[in-house]
């Protein structure tokens, strides 16, 4: 009965410790891909690059505006980019939600960019090592504007 007894008992810890590992290997890859909340960029300064060259400008890659739920055409950005994005919900006299959502050029879910509560809003949320092909699906009731520059 004892050698039964310790050998169950191995078991459990192996399998124990192998639970523990995967589950350690999946609360790392999923913490990493969970998208965080946006907050305010700090307006960029021009500033000369390291090779004393002017740093390119951003372009307008989208301009959007409307209310309610929509899917943007998709543009396609460099490494960096941002969403300049307002939402207005005076109409309805008490606050309401706007989010945005990334998808990238095959449809799939890159993350939410925005989830915000509020009577109204304006942010710029920075994109850094994402470049590729991109749409934007705007989700609010309320007035708002998107703009992507890249």
């Known amino acids: ?24 290997s999946a609360c790392a890859s999923t913490s990493a891909g969970t998208p965080r909340p946006a907050t305010p960029a700090t307006p960029a300064t021009a500033s ?12 307008t890659l989208l ?21 300049d994005y307002t939402f207005d919900c ?5 606050a309401g939600s706007f989010g945005l959502a990334e998808y990238d050029r095959l449809g799939r879910l890159g993350g939410f960019l925005v989830n915000d509560i509020s009577t109204s809003g304006t942010r710029t949320v920075p994109r850094h090592g994402d470049s590729g092909v991109h749409q934007i699906e705007v989700r609010s009731l309320c007035q708002w504007t998107v703009v992507v520059h890249g």
């Open 90 to 94: 005076a109409a309805f006299g008490t």
């Open 1 to 24: 009965m004892r050698s039964r007894t310790v050998v169950s008992l191995r078991n459990l810890l192996t399998t124990g410790a192998v639970v523990g590992v995967l589950c350690l």
């Open 48 to 59: 000369a690059t390291p090779d004393g060259a002017a740093p390119a400008a951003m372009t």
């Open 63 to 83: 301009d959007i505006s409307g209310s309610g739920t929509r899917m943007s055409i998709p543009f396609t950005t460099t490494a960096e980019w941002s969403v």
